[in-house]
């Protein structure tokens, strides 16, 4: 039930909302790779629930796609082979509306600029395309399919020896369309340069991403970086322009759709403590930095945030972390900018048992947990880890009463556990999108209490309390 702070403070309390949020989540390796699968990038969940990946130094040496059951069974599906199919893939696979999976190799093909491919889930392999300078270079970010059925991505260079970079559609049949160029105006890049995320499909059917320096603020140095939009017929608008402050360097993954229709993503430099940070994006160009990684809480995020079905954000650190010789972690963040370390990968006896610096995002499994891979460990070359959340008990309310103009909300939690109290006008909004009114609320014995000021000029306020 929920408290409704009425106009007149003297009026009875209705009630107050006590719920539990995933307090952690416990860690499982269920693999450890040799060179032939490990990977960098999030795996992609097949029709058949099990995960598809690549690894851009698997087969030769030179890159694979491989399959992976949730009990840890790994298979080859394809060794790339270089001039006919391409060479180190090195963004996650995408899943089309026909079953079957589509990718990108950086290098490769028949100019050596790379390639794209489909395959099937039985490892069926199709060359689809291979890139050359008048369509651009070196397609670092993977695929995403529009409403329209085609594909649509991003190069890191071309077309041209004065351009820096494109964002392109092919059908299903292969054909070809540069959509846009990066210009370069005035001795400069205002628009930003070198795209190597994957587009992000929004509710208004344009995409959106970013270009990994340059722009307003950015220097040939390799700060800066753009957050942009481009209609499927290529009218390309800059949304935001990073300056260091606010991050530089947005990761190579892709942007994140909110639940609230806004894009979420990390850069992994800059911000407050140059550990990098979480960011906001509206579609109508509101920049806003909502975490600033100071080390403890993890550092250099590379990674795309997932959406978990709790309306919160779910990412990694390649670095950093709670804990000597830590590095990486797993965090949760809300829309608010509320972030939560879950997981720190940590030195342990000589080793990292659960594997070291992932750069990789989580993928949700259909069994409810996250899964995910580091690139390192020891003595292996990365992991492949599941993540399952762990729910505290649900606090209990033990009072609710008036002291002067403050409301002292009592109430009882697991021993030794943390809370926060959030708080909303709206009681229709997502919890994730509620106000955090007091954070770190200790239960040293399991009893606590909080204390809040009734403000008259509010006529509703809901208050729910969560383990944090």
């Not at 270089?82 to 079953?99: E, F, M, R, V, Y």
């Not at 990718?103 to 490769?108: D, H, S």
């Not at 491919?117 to 050359?132: A, M």
């Not at 030794?416 to 770190?440: F, R």
Request: with cysteine; net charge negative.
């Amino acid at each position: 039930m929920c408290m409704k702070k009425p106009l007149i403070i003297f009026l009875a309390v209705i009630g107050l909302a006590a719920t539990a949020m995933a307090q952690n989540l416990t860690l499982d390796t269920l693999v450890s790779f040799t060179n032939a699968y490990q990977s960098t990038v999030a795996l992609t969940l097949g029709p058949d629930g099990n995960f598809y990946g690549t690894s851009a130094k698997g087969g030769a040496g030179i890159g694979s796609v491989f399959r992976l059951t949730t009990n840890g069974l790994l298979t080859t599906l394809v060794s790339f082979g270089g001039t006919n199919i391409g060479n180190h893939p090195t963004a996650s696979l995408t899943l089309g509306k026909d079953g079957n999976l589509y990718g990108t190799t950086e290098y490769g093909g028949f100019n050596g600029w790379g390639s794209i491919f489909k395959i099937s889930t039985n490892g069926t392999w199709t060359n689809f395309f291979t890139f050359g300078n008048n369509a651009g270079v070196y397609p670092v970010g993977g695929l995403v399919q529009g409403s329209d059925g085609n594909f649509y991505g991003t190069t890191e260079e071309g077309p041209g020896s004065s351009q820096n970079g494109t964002v392109f559609c092919m059908t299903t049949n292969g054909v070809m369309t540069t959509l846009v160029s990066f210009p370069y105006t005035n001795s400069a890049y205002p628009y930003g340069s070198g795209p190597t995320a994957t587009l992000t499909l929004g509710n208004d059917g344009n995409f959106y991403g970013t270009t990994s320096g340059l722009g307003t603020y950015g220097n040939s140095a390799g700060t800066g970086g753009t957050v942009f939009r481009v209609t499927p017929n290529g009218v390309l608008t800059t949304l935001g322009s990073f300056t260091e402050i606010n991050g530089y360097r947005p990761n190579p993954g892709a942007l994140t759709l909110g639940p609230d229709s806004n894009f979420y993503g990390t850069t992994e430099n800059g911000g407050s403590n140059n550990d990098g940070t979480v960011f906001q994006v509206t579609t109508n160009g509101v920049l806003t930095t909502l975490v600033s990684f100071n080390g403890t809480n993890g550092a250099d995020p590379a990674a795309t945030l997932t959406l978990g079905k709790d309306g919160n954000f779910y990412g990694t650190t390649s670095a950093g972390g709670i804990g000597s010789g830590s590095a990486g972690t797993v965090f949760r963040v809300t829309t608010n900018g509320l972030l939560t370390t879950l997981v720190s990968f940590v030195y342990t006896n000589g080793a990292f048992p659960n594997g070291a610096s992932p750069t990789a995002g989580l993928t949700l499994g259909p069994d409810g947990n996250f899964y995910g891979t580091t690139p390192y460990a020891n003595p292996s070359y990365g992991t492949f880890f599941t993540l399952v959340p762990v729910m505290p008990p649900v606090p209990s309310i033990t009072g609710v009463s008036l002291s002067g103009t403050n409301l002292v909300i009592t109430a009882t939690g697991q021993n030794a556990g943390t809370y926060v109290m959030l708080g909303s006008t709206n009681l229709l909004l997502p919890l994730s999108q509620w106000t955090p009114m007091v954070t770190n609320i200790l239960s040293g014995s399991g009893n606590f209490s909080t204390t809040n000021t009734m403000n008259p000029n509010i006529p509703s306020l809901y208050f729910n309390l969560q383990a944090h």
